[in-house]
């Protein structure tokens, strides 16, 4: 049983919200940071400066905003994290100059890396939490949930009513599954993804996955699907999804509501794919990449630029085409 501080209860209850925060299992102070940044061999600690933070509660992606929480980036823009970010920021360059900052700053040789050790460190001592600001605190499994006896469901895991769990599925800690979801035989929900980077030190790190995978309800998911969970946000799937047979949702994605998937789609980590999109047999989505609302992606087709909402493209790599019949309704 995973118990989650009492000082975390009330933000974690406080509903879904955009900005998500890893938690750590305790407040920790921005000095203490900076300690474990020079004791680390993937970060050289070149100066310090702004806000003396004494309370920080977990780790965030500064695009996506966070408050009292842990940041990196590789060039400092000022304006940009100050709007973004309130807590202690890892950089790469920066400079003192400005004045009155409400940030913590950090300046060390390679921003990325020294956050990785870090969060292995943490990882380590089990001081972040399996849970983000986004997520429910309540990990329970309802009584009316059908989990065939050969599933592995580990601790930590919410599912919620009338969710059929197949045999041979693997559902891991962290993964909230909707009322009336369906995982088909074999699937795999909550493993981490593929990051690899190469420090500046000549390390090979992976970068932590420290959020969750967070399924809607009334979602079907074939059998032998991968969705890892998310590095610095949660891996998410809508409301009314299908997705196919051997499809793998990188880390990271969003799949909006009643988005179809054929059989055999791979989604790049980090990708966002509008509601109601529909997408053929085979499709690849690039990384980073966004197809909009009521889109339509051919069979086979390898998308590599955004797909406008409402549009049909095919091809490899994939271009503007008429109107495709791809999806459930034609």
Not at 50 to 64: F, N, P, Q
Not at 125 to 137: A, F, K, V
Not at 251 to 268: F, Q
Not at 293 to 301: H, Q
């Amino acid at each position: 049983m995973i118990r989650i501080p009492a000082y975390l209860l009330e933000q974690l209850s406080g509903g879904l919200s955009k900005m998500e925060i890893s938690f750590f299992s305790r407040s920790v102070s921005g000095q203490d940071i900076i300690e474990r940044l020079r004791h680390s061999t993937a970060a050289e600690v070149i100066s310090v400066w702004g806000a003396d933070v004494s309370r920080l509660e977990g780790v965030c992606d500064i695009r996506k905003g966070g408050s009292k929480a842990i940041g990196f980036c590789a060039a400092l823009d000022l304006d940009h994290c100050e709007e973004h970010l309130s807590g202690c920021l890892i950089i790469t360059q920066g400079s003192a100059q400005a004045a009155n900052l409400r940030n913590c700053y950090v300046q060390v040789d390679d921003a990325r890396g020294g956050l990785i050790r870090l969060l292995m460190d943490l990882l380590r001592e089990n001081e972040i939490l399996p849970y983000t600001s986004i997520m429910s605190p309540e990990v329970t499994i309802a009584g009316s949930a059908n989990i065939h006896p050969s599933a592995v469901v580990e601790p930590g895991v919410r599912i919620e009513d009338d969710v059929v769990i197949s045999a041979g599925c693997v559902i891991k800690t962290g993964t909230q599954i909707g009322r009336g979801s369906v995982i088909r035989e074999n699937t795999v929900i909550g493993c981490n993804g593929i990051i690899v980077y190469r420090s500046l030190h000549g390390e090979r790190l992976k970068f932590p996955h420290l959020c969750g995978v967070m399924i809607g309800s009334d979602v079907e998911i074939g059998s032998n699907c991968v969705i890892p969970r998310g590095v610095l946000g949660s891996t998410r799937i809508g409301d009314g999804v299908i997705i196919g047979n051997l499809s793998n949702i990188g880390h990271g994605a969003t799949v909006e509501d009643n988005v179809w998937m054929s059989v055999g789609n791979l989604i790049g980590g980090h990708s966002l794919i509008g509601a109601g999109a529909t997408l053929g047999m085979g499709v690849r989505v690039r990384d980073n990449r966004h197809v909009g609302g009521k889109a339509s992606v051919g069979m086979g087709s390898v998308v590599v630029k955004d797909v406008e909402a409402g549009t049909s493209v095919f091809g490899n790599p994939a271009k503007r085409v008429p109107s495709l019949n791809t999806g459930p309704t034609r």
